[in-house]
């Protein structure tokens, strides 16, 4: 089975602080993305990432960056967190040699930044 | 990528089949409808996807009508683990950016 990990279910930062979240996929899949959730408004697509090294923005990319140097690993850094970023955060990953392109989802981190 | 429009919720009987419909009236012609559902606590799960002729897979069956502007999720035999949201997605097949909207959220009553 396809497993997404990501390294906290629930994280609670200040306000301005550098936040790392850290998605790994045990698939070998070239495409990772980075999601936020918030009631009412779905999920929204921050970033995502083709390969090794590439990135390219969501629809919501302002405030936060992405890290992939290795395959399975995809990062989301928050430079300099702001309460209005207290989210869930979901990492994903595809890959187009299936023939779906479905997304394999992990189990989010909660953040809270106070 | 064509807007899709889902009810907020339902509810349906244990053990009877679950019908959520999805109106998508400005599909183009190659693009494909996708279904996720998404429990509680959980990330995002994909379900089923189609272009135009009804599929069936060991989840669930999706029913495209022949306009293809609307859709039909259906779980046959619905249990408590299927209460979820449930969202319907439209994109082109292999575009990687999906829009999630709010879904449906979909209980199921023992």
């Known amino acids: 089975d396809v497993k997404v990990t990501q390294s906290s279910r629930y994280l609670v930062k200040r306000t301005g602080e550098k936040v790392f979240l850290e998605c790994v996929q045990d698939?070998?899949?070239?495409?990772m993305f980075w999601y936020r959730q918030d009631p009412g408004l779905g999920l929204r697509l921050i970033y995502f990432?083709?390969?090794?090294?590439?990135?390219e923005k969501g629809d919501i990319p302002e405030g936060y960056s992405v890290s992939r140097e290795k395959k399975e690993r995809f990062s989301l850094i928050l430079e300099s967190a702001s309460t209005n970023q207290t989210s869930m955060y979901l990492c994903?990953?595809?890959?187009?040699?299936?023939?779906?392109?479905?997304?394999?989802f992990g189990p989010g981190t909660r953040l809270t930044v106070t | 990528d064509a807007k899709t429009t889902q009810p907020p919720s339902m509810d349906c009987a244990e053990g009877r089949a679950a019908n959520l419909p999805c109106n998508h009236s400005?599909?183009?012609?190659?693009?494909?409808v996708y279904w996720y559902r998404q429990i509680h606590s959980q990330g995002p799960q994909y379900i089923i996807h189609g272009l135009k002729n009804n599929e069936t897979n060991e989840m669930a069956s999706l029913i495209i009508t022949e306009d293809r502007k609307s859709s039909t999720l259906i779980l046959p035999h619905a249990t408590l683990r299927d209460t979820a949201v449930y969202y319907c997605i439209v994109t082109h097949f292999g575009n990687e950016k999906l829009t999630f909207g709010t879904g449906t959220r979909l209980t199921i009553i023992p």
């Open positions: 698939m070998d899949h070239e495409n």
């Open positions: 990432s083709y390969d090794v090294k590439m990135k």
């Open positions: 994903a990953s595809s890959s187009p040699s299936g023939g779906s392109y479905e997304q394999y």
């Open positions: 400005t599909i183009s012609g190659n693009e494909y």
